[in-house]
């Protein structure tokens, strides 16, 4: 391995091996503080659970009751709660409420360094914590810096299709307490896990998957972390436990243009050679003789190599040494197609057949907020030529190299919006996917105001290339749009994608609500 230019990454926080709850019924009559409740469902989840199992619950948060409403409203309305225990701290902690607790909750968002709340609590948990330590079912993990919220989707979707009584949660906004008492030995549970949930794991050794997946590792939360080895430390807890008899999945292709400094050419076979699980390696080109997983062909068909041992769950008669195992499929885009080529190898290791795999996959649309086709306009442009347009919702595309990637999913010219909040990245993958792209036309290019904005516009000026705003808000923005179109004498049928490449705060509650808000803004303005 190449010599490392930054220093070793601090000292994670260090959990007690295993749950401070034994058994669900330990929970009853607890003081337990939910340490952020948050609107994506993940702290009204834990409040849900820890109610109906008789804890008594404090929700403290630094947001207003104002900011919090759409989450405390839905607690109000559940008459199946009991809501007798339950007491709310909002615009501000009190240490005495932490001192006081039996067991601190923690959002994942939250850091333990320097959180002088957390260093007087007696034990701390998260959601998924609570979770692994109850359940029985068998998990499948997928973390990673892009592709995971597609890959477990495409991975639940698959399972639920063949079969299985399959459940999705985690860090794609549901959390696993939803469904926890509704899980056995039998049903597959798939767990999409940011790099703060994983971190919460730290010397638990709770997580032990079955089948686990690291999609591609490039820079990411840096404001957060302040080091890709920080980052990438966290990423490792997916694979920390599993034994010989489990998966890990990982990348085989290099590196070198996204490693945050660290001269790392290949994350993949960093993980391969610390991981005690079977390795398989995903790439878009074929994998060297000796090497099982799976890749693209010429034809950006999906081919998959297991060893034979591994293909007898399919009880076939006749072992071939590849299997293609993945065809043509609706959602567009070539990173698109390898996140859905891992899924299809978890079908194959849940000894699904190749061709049901084709089949099934070959059906799936695709997920909300990532590169989601939602709404059609048709009107005349100023010559009287009819023009055709369609809007596609990548607002979960948080990363420069996400958006770089959606400028070339349609193989056509596109009309591309972006920007955002910065989050320490290098915003420059934008500028240079633009520069270089023969899809995308300079004029065709929207920016919404944001401080990761400031950062790509002067990208862009260095390369020359010109764009329209930025733009204070959404609306205004297509308003621009929708009187340039009608001005266009293009061609006929256009594609606008919104791939903002960067976070969402100040502007929107989260990328979420920021894919949600442009949605409707656009069937407003478009309709």
């Known amino acids: 391995m190449s010599q490392i230019k930054e220093p070793l990454p601090p000292v994670p926080k260090i959990y007690p091996e295993g749950c401070f709850f034994k058994t669900l019924k330990d929970i009853k009559d607890k003081k337990i503080v939910v340490m952020g409740l948050g609107v994506n469902g993940g702290g009204e989840a834990t409040v849900r659970f820890l109610l109906k199992w008789g804890a008594k619950v404090l929700v ?55 959180n002088e709340y957390l260093k007087v609590a007696k034990a701390i948990e998260s959601d998924i914590s609570l979770f692994l330590n109850f359940t029985k079912a068998p998990i499948i993990a997928v973390t990673g810096s892009k592709g995971k919220s597609s890959t477990v989707s495409a991975i639940h979707y698959g399972l639920k299709q063949a079969g299985f009584d399959a459940y999705l949660g985690g860090n794609i906004t549901v959390s696993p307490l939803t469904f926890l008492e509704k899980t056995n030995s039998t049903t597959p549970v798939i767990l999409e896990l940011s790099s703060w949930q994983l971190a919460d794991l730290h010397g638990r050794k709770l997580l032990k ?4 997946i690291i999609t591609k590792i490039i820079p990411d939360h840096q404001n957060f972390y302040h080091s890709m080895l920080a980052y990438v430390a966290d990423k490792k807890l997916i694979y920390a436990d599993q034994t010989k008899d489990d998966f890990l999945i990982l990348d085989f292709d290099d590196d070198r243009a996204a490693d945050g400094g660290t001269l790392i050419e290949n994350w993949g076979n960093v993980f391969a050679k610390e991981a005690k699980a079977q390795i398989l390696r995903y790439s878009k080109k074929k994998l060297p003789e000796g090497i099982y997983g799976v890749w693209q062909d010429k034809n950006l068909n999906g081919v998959c190599r297991l060893p034979e041992k591994l293909m007898s769950l399919h009880s076939r008669e006749h072992h071939k040494e590849t299997e293609t195992i993945l065809k043509d499929l609706l959602v567009p885009g070539k990173h698109m197609r ?10 194959q290791l849940m000894g699904i057949e190749p061709k049901k795999t084709i089949a099934i996959l070959g059906k799936w649309n695709g997920i909300e907020h990532r590169l989601e086709y939602f709404h ?61 792209s023969s899809n995308i036309k300079p004029e065709a290019i929207y920016l919404l105001k944001g401080s990761a904005t400031d950062k790509i516009q002067t990208d ?28 266009n004498e293009g061609t006929s049928e256009k594609t606008v994608v919104f791939s903002p490449g960067a976070t969402s705060f100040g502007m929107f509650t989260n990328e979420f609500d920021r894919g949600n808000k442009f949605k409707a803004a656009v069937k407003e303005i478009f309709c």
């Not at 998957?209 to 686990?212: E, R």
């Not at 390898?338 to 079908?347: D, E, G, S, T």
Request: glycine letters at 6%; aromatic letters at 6%.
């Open 376 to 436: 059609s306009y048709s009107t005349k442009n100023s010559t009287g030529k009819q023009i055709s347009v369609k809007f596609y919702n990548d607002s979960a595309a948080t990363v420069p190299e996400a958006a770089a990637e959606a400028t070339q999913a349609f193989g056509k010219p596109i009309i591309f919006i972006t920007g955002g909040t910065d989050k320490g990245l290098d915003l420059s993958p934008i500028a240079d996917a633009l520069c270089k």
């Open 209 to 212: 998957p079955h089948i686990a």
């Open 460 to 487: 862009l000026n260095s390369r020359g290339i010109s764009y329209n705003g930025p733009f204070v808000s959404l609306e205004e923005l297509l308003k621009a749009l929708k009187e340039k179109l009608i001005l």
């Open 60 to 114: 403290t948060d630094m947001k207003t009751k104002e900011e919090l409403q759409t989450s405390i409203q839905s607690l109000s309305n559940d008459k199946t709660l009991d809501k007798t225990n339950l007491t709310y701290r909002l615009g501000e902690h009190r240490i005495e409420d932490f001192i006081e607790a039996d067991c601190v909750i923690k959002n994942p968002g939250v850091k333990y360094d320097g």
């Open 338 to 347: 390898l996140n859905v080529l891992n899924a299809a190898l978890v079908l």
